[in-house]
């Protein structure tokens, strides 16, 4: 059994695990996409414009890390679940991930995808 996830706190660490799981994400942040403070759901926005060349891109390990983290938000609910639900999962098949990434995801997960 693959040792829990720590889901990130706040924005900035989520970003930190993004960075850690994708160096190559790391090294084309261009910072955050508004003024504000950053949120979870800011920081996904941006993440997911990428992620879809990642996704086919990335290896079977940065992959499962990922999807582990992804589908540990989901179980626990709240404002990080939202963030994944509403800006990546749903987008998934809009930037050609879904094929590549869905497979990693576990059933909640992967039910919150658009069809």
Sequence with gaps: MP??????????ELLEQLFTMFPEYRAS??????????????????FSTR???LANTSSDKQLKSFAQLVNAAVEAGGKLENA??????EHLHQIDALRTF???????AYERTAP
């Design 84 to 89: 994944f639900a509403t800006c990546l999962l």
């Design 29 to 46: 942040y261009e910072g955050p996409i508004h003024d504000g403070a950053p949120t979870f759901h800011s920081v996904l926005i941006d």
């Design 51 to 53: 992620f879809g060349g």
């Design 102 to 108: 869905g497979p990693y995801l576990s059933k909640p």
């Design 3 to 12: 040792a829990p996830t720590k889901l990130p706190q706040s924005a900035e």
